[in-house]
């Protein structure tokens, strides 16, 4: 069973490309090194009035199997760390 990485973000957001591109460089070195199975979901959070109310203020926001991992910026190693902690 994978493990799901979630990514809100939203359009035109600069700190939402900045956090993609992190997740997805971190992911695809942990999947080839440590041979997890990891999914990442994007998800806009205009589409949805709660997800705005929620994470309006904090996006991007990255979340690791539902749980909060951070907010705002994506700090690579951090990221890295906490996903080889699931294997």
């Known amino acids: 069973m994978p493990h799901r990485i979630t990514l809100y973000s939203k359009p035109g957001c ?4 900045d956090a993609r591109n992190v997740v997805d460089d971190v992911v695809a ?13 994007e998800i806009d ?6 997800l705005q109310n929620r994470y309006g203020e ?5 979340l690791i199997d539902g749980k909060m991992h951070t ?7 951090r ?3 906490a996903l ?3 294997a």
């Open 45 to 50: 959070i205009l589409g949805d009035a709660d």
């Open 79 to 81: 990221f890295e760390k």
């Open 14 to 17: 600069h700190l939402c490309e």
């Open 29 to 41: 070195r942990v999947q080839a090194s440590a041979r997890l199975d990891l999914q990442v979901d």
């Open 84 to 86: 080889k902690e699931l």
């Open 58 to 62: 904090e996006i991007p926001v990255v």
């Open 71 to 77: 907010y705002w910026r994506v700090d690579a190693a």
